[in-house]
């Protein structure tokens, strides 16, 4: 059963009683509404958000049926069962909301085992799969803007590797079909990540206090730092001064052909309280994020419950997440799902080329 709730002039659907938790979830933006699953859950219906009736009573019923359709139109709270066979677009969408959680979520880790995912190519399988949705989906030029981040080029790089030469040679084509359509030039503007930089510090360092403080996943862009690593911090005197030194690992990257680094991110630590000031910029060497900064010596009395220390992406966040997320529980649920989509046959071709690459086929 779907139960619908009405609230002024939206309405609410869902199957579960709980909504899923943001490290959980794959989201469609869909004209008038935002659907979502819990891909950790495996359901098959989203539960979804709709502002705009109007708006999504063209496409509803493609994604859960005509009866359900009805009732949200309707515009009264209720109970409606599921319909006996798959809505048609049904599949379509819930495999763009597992594209779309992949590229935000993906929880990259050398600690846990957990392999890189090639940008490049969840990109190009995002487009395709953009297509297909394309009349339902808020965004006018959604199919244009997936284009654009999608490359050809590692596409075909892949479709010289045995193991994945059939899909590869169908993505490429179908990616060469809709930018034709679609009058995209693709690979047309590629633009090269910064790799890594050189980070010197001379002297005698004498560490005072240490600790680490977990990630907030929803701060730093997914496959940036390493899922399950901590942020490490140590305070120490050198040459008169209280000098933060942080460190947080890196997540792992891909090795495969084409793959073309991120841009690079731009990490800023906070340590301790905000009354305290003290920011470090982060730059990578090698398969760690570093940086330093000189604190007051009075950081070292602060109380050991204000020792903490947050990273974020100025990009996303110009203040970090109060509360540490998501929680430990969430933390293990993504990264088990992950484990499995990299042993899914059906998973994403993303997905099995990294199981591949990672020693996991």
Do not use: K
């Amino acid at each position: 059963m779907i139960r619908i709730e009405i609230s002024g002039d939206q309405a609410r659907l869902a199957e579960a009683t709980d909504w899923p938790e943001p490290a959980t979830t794959g989201l469609v933006e869909a004209r008038g509404a935002l659907l979502s699953w819990d891909v950790t859950a495996g359901a098959a219906f989203p539960n979804a958000q709709v502002h705009d009736p109007d708006a999504a009573a063209g496409w509803l019923w493609e994604i859960y049926g005509d009866d359900i359709a009805d009732a949200v139109l309707a515009d009264a709270p209720t109970q409606a069962p599921l319909p006996p066979e798959e809505p048609e677009l049904l599949p379509a969408a819930r495999r763009l909301a597992r594209l779309n959680w992949a590229a935000a979520w993906w929880p990259a880790s050398a600690q846990a085992a957990i392999p890189p995912l090639s940008r490049e190519l969840l990109a190009a399988e995002t487009a395709v799969a953009t297509a297909a949705l394309e009349h339902l989906l808020d965004d006018e030029d959604c199919v244009e803007r997936a284009l654009d981040a999608a490359s050809l080029s590692a596409v075909e790089a892949l479709a010289e590797h045995a193991v994945f030469a059939a899909g590869a040679i169908e993505l490429a084509e179908e990616l060469r079909s809709l930018a034709e359509d679609h009058g995209v030039e693709l690979d047309a503007a590629r633009v090269p990540g910064q790799a890594d930089w050189a980070l010197a510090a001379g002297g005698t360092h004498l560490a005072a206090a240490t600790g680490t403080s977990s990630l907030n996943w929803a701060d730093v862009p997914a496959q940036t730092l390493d899922a399950m690593g901590g942020a490490g911090w140590t305070i120490g005197r050198r040459g008169g001064e209280t000098v933060l030194s942080v460190s947080v690992p890196a997540a792992p990257t891909v090795e495969f052909p084409h793959h073309e680094p991120p841009l690079a991110p731009v990490l800023l630590a906070r340590f301790g309280p905000a009354r305290l000031g003290v920011e470090v910029p982060l730059r990578r060497v090698e398969n760690r994020f570093t940086g330093e900064a000189v604190l007051p010596a009075t950081a070292l009395l602060l109380p050991t419950a204000e020792r903490t220390l947050s990273v974020r992406d100025t990009r996303i966040t110009a203040e970090p997440t109060a509360v540490p997320t998501p929680a430990e529980d969430v933390r293990a649920a993504v990264i088990a799902h992950a484990r499995s989509r990299l042993a899914d046959a059906t998973a994403s071709l993303a997905e099995r080329a990294a199981a591949h690459a990672g020693g996991m086929s």
